[in-house]
């Protein structure tokens, strides 16, 4: 039982990462049912005003290198057909 609460009560997403530019780039997504069906897209805004996006592949999010600055990450999380039901996290990601 103490497991399932702990994982209810995880962020899905960290409010802020920093990186260095030589570190990969590894987000796991944490869900209290990791093998629930759910669609998973994400968006970065980067802080020169490019944008890339893709999709979540097995609960985790991994990026080529980034430039440095202060980006935002959005992950919008929601049933098979994201229209029906859908959650949107962010993440501010600093790399050095």
Not at 62 to 68: G, R, V, W
Request: proline share 6%; hydrophobic share 40%; aromatic share 10%.
């Amino acid at each position: 039982m103490k497991k399932i609460l702990h994982a209810q009560s995880r962020k899905i997403l960290p409010e802020s990462i920093t990186l260095n530019t030589w570190s990969p780039i590894f987000i796991p997504l944490f869900f209290a049912d990791p093998k629930q069906k759910r669609q998973i897209v994400w968006e970065l805004h980067l802080e020169n005003g490019d944008k890339i996006w893709g999709k979540v592949k097995k609960n985790a999010l991994s990026l080529s290198k980034l430039p440095i600055g202060e980006h935002e990450l959005f992950v919008t999380v929601g049933m098979p057909i994201l229209s029906k039901k859908y959650r949107t996290y962010h993440c501010h990601i600093i790399v050095r």
